[in-house]
């Protein structure tokens, strides 16, 4: 696969009481289509992520509404649902549009309006991705989901709340030169480990903040973008998914995340590359222990040694393996239904060489976006032109 | 585009109180796959359409939540939402995953249940289909939405209500004979005049009923049938879709359907055939007038003719062009999610000559999904193997 990112923006994100969705996603395709310079009439495809539109803006059916309000009504547009990889599914199924010819030129965009519903009704809607009738109807929300994966990896690996609190901390740092993250202020582990429980192990500042925002990237073909001479230096060159059981009490074993494994296994295997190929990764980290499962089901790290890697700095900046210079999910918020397009947004910028926490010589570089506690995962690999892979 | 339809299969549309979405679904993939003689294990892609899961069930990712029940956690899987035409996008979707060789064999479901909300919940659950600031606000849902479009188009064409509620004559009188169908039993011209009125011109036997089901269909590439010597007389040779604005006042016109229009022209493109061809369909009659625009849409009647379509025979069973044969949502039931999967699950039967309302010689079918008051339509064009076509 190799489809190019032709422009690539995110809103800022954090609180726009004054927005809502419809807004926040024309802005964000407007600002990827001025990135791309190509007009919206040339849009033969529209994508767009979003995950509790019903429950936050009574409005469903925002594939329409994106080709509404962009004036580029009569393109095929749909809406992708799967939780909080909702826009990595649609990612997945626009550039698979571009692949196979059905589009030249596919517009992908996410959002989630977080913020106006308050956090009792928030949570609830949350809930949505988990198992409505076996974990939600029990009381269990997602603090306490993450809360209880956190508890099995600790006890099998004899890992602290300070060094889960590490993955915060590096985090928060990466977050303080993006423009557009939620918190731009470091912290350290003693602030995390002083933070409000939620559901220990689980603080607030484990956790993701509540986030209003939007994403945008534009995907064409290579033929679309050596015969229009768009600037496209980063292209989608793999795609992976896959699903696990909805609910916690249907896995063999809480401490991993097999649907990320399996991911990532299927989009390396289609960009032709192996994870000591990559130079930069921006990970689902909706808590702490998310981005450590993460880096292991990526194959950045063996099991039980995911834990260490902010500890020892290995995916810092400058570090082995650069894991969320964005501020990630903890800095640089989560409107859900976003999350999945704007790590595409950053990696982008990253191959381009014009991140603000910028990686050297960043050729290969892979997104992660988990729904639900691990249910289901995107993982998709970008490079450089003329980088390695890209069957 | 040449998919195979290996196996279909709907559940008993109509109230389902003892059962969830989850049931059904599985039910209806079960089914399909049953139909087939697939395994479930040989699945490797699941595309489910739903609209209204987090209002009606309080459980969105409903994709993984399939693959769980199914037993098939490891498979990509995701949820389309296009509105009414949640699963004509996810039957899309599936499809073009199957033609471009992502996924050998991809199962398509959709699902809705609608009657444990109740009808005033329910009312506002629907309105997310239609533009929330600028419809829903002000009070229009889609009874009065749809009376809008009916009364612009009785007034330019002179048309009756008396000749409105032949699309329910015919629809109810071909329901009778299948089993699945939530009405049995036919009616009369005067039966739909003094039935309650919702939204003049729009009275209760102008409208769909409210219903719980699902459908699913098994999506295979030729090379696959062939080798496992699967039986899938019907495939998906043509796919289109398109958008048109979300809210009705900026439509230049309301008494044509331009999604419709244009989807059309891009489903006969694909598939290599003209209107002309076609000799079974199944459209989405949410009401009578909309089974009208629809026959105009697909180039069966030129504008204004439709209207005389059922008055005159012209698409009854053994008319010029069959049209809903099932029932359509009239009479065999709307469960919105469910409805594009379902269309497709009726020709599939028509083309195999197994319909409870046969068509002789059917080789050629085509199914048209709405979402929203025609904000985003798909149309797919089915034919039997050796049938002219199928580019």
Request: proline residues 4%; glycine residues 10%.
């Given at each position: 696969m190799r489809v190019n990112v032709a422009?690539?923006?995110?809103?800022?994100?954090?609180?726009?009481?004054?927005?809502?969705?419809?807004?926040?996603?024309?802005?964000?395709?407007?600002?990827?289509?001025?990135?791309?310079?190509?007009?919206?009439?040339?849009?033969?495809?529209?994508?767009?992520?979003?995950?509790?539109?019903?429950?936050?803006?009574?409005?469903?059916?925002?594939?329409?509404?994106?080709?509404?309000?962009?004036?580029?009504?009569?393109?095929?547009?749909?809406?992708?649902?799967?939780?909080?990889?909702?826009?990595?599914?649609?990612?997945?199924?626009?550039?698979?549009?571009?692949?196979?010819?059905?589009?030249?030129?596919?517009?992908?965009?996410?959002?989630?309006?977080?913020?106006?519903?308050?956090?009792?009704?928030?949570?609830?809607?949350?809930?949505?991705?988990?198992?409505?009738?076996?974990?939600?109807?029990?009381?269990?929300?997602?603090?306490?989901?993450?809360?209880?994966?956190?508890?099995?990896?600790?006890?099998?690996?004899?890992?602290?709340?300070?060094?889960?609190?590490?993955?915060?901390?590096?985090?928060?740092?990466?977050?303080?030169?993006?423009?557009?993250?939620?918190?731009?202020?470091?912290?350290?582990?003693?602030?995390?480990?002083?933070?409000?429980?939620?559901?220990?192990?689980?603080?607030?500042?484990?956790?993701?903040?509540?986030?209003?925002?939007?994403?945008?990237?534009?995907?064409?073909?290579p033929e679309y973008a050596d015969e229009n001479g768009l600037d496209a230096p980063a292209s989608v060159v793999g795609s992976g998914a896959s699903s696990a059981s909805l609910a916690l009490q249907d896995r063999d074993v809480l401490s991993r995340t097999r649907a990320a494994e399996r991911a990532a296994e299927r989009a390396y295997e289609h960009a032709g590359v192996a994870p000591e190929d990559v130079d930069v990764a921006e990970v689902h980290d909706c808590f702490t222990i998310a981005e450590i499962l993460a880096v292991e089901s990526l194959g950045f790290f063996e099991r039980g040694e995911g834990a260490y890697a902010a500890v020892e700095g290995e995916t810092a900046p400058d570090g082995r393996i650069p894991v969320n210079t964005s501020g990630g999910l903890i800095a640089k918020g989560h409107p859900v239904g976003a999350t999945g397009v704007a790590q595409v947004v950053e990696l982008a910028k990253q191959i381009e060489g014009e991140h603000p926490t910028q990686v050297e010589g960043a050729e290969t570089a892979v997104a992660h976006n988990v729904g639900g506690s691990g249910a289901s995962t995107t993982v998709h690999v970008l490079q450089a032109e003329g980088a390695g892979g890209g069957s």
């Open positions: 422009g690539a923006y995110s809103t800022k994100f954090g609180k726009h009481p004054e927005s809502s969705a419809r807004e926040l996603l024309t802005d964000a395709c407007l600002g990827a289509l001025e990135d791309a310079d190509v007009s919206p009439v040339e849009i033969d495809g529209i994508h767009v992520g979003n995950f509790m539109g019903e429950l936050t803006d009574d409005q469903g059916h925002m594939g329409v509404m994106t080709a509404d309000y962009l004036g580029t009504t009569g393109v095929p547009a749909t809406r992708s649902e799967s939780a909080c990889a909702s826009s990595g599914w649609a990612v997945r199924e626009a550039a698979q549009a571009v692949e196979s010819g059905t589009a030249d030129v596919a517009l992908v965009a996410g959002v989630e309006m977080m913020h106006a519903t308050g956090i009792e009704r928030l949570t609830d809607a949350l809930a949505n991705a988990a198992d409505n009738e076996y974990e939600n109807s029990c009381g269990l929300t997602f603090p306490g989901i993450f809360a209880l994966i956190a508890r099995d990896y600790m006890d099998e690996f004899g890992v602290t709340r300070e060094e889960l609190a590490e993955v915060t901390v590096k985090n928060r740092a990466n977050g303080v030169d993006n423009p557009i993250a939620q918190y731009q202020e470091g912290v350290t582990v003693d602030d995390v480990l002083e933070a409000r429980p939620i559901a220990p192990p689980v603080g607030m500042l484990d956790s993701c903040p509540i986030t209003d925002g939007a994403s945008a990237v534009l995907l064409v073909s």
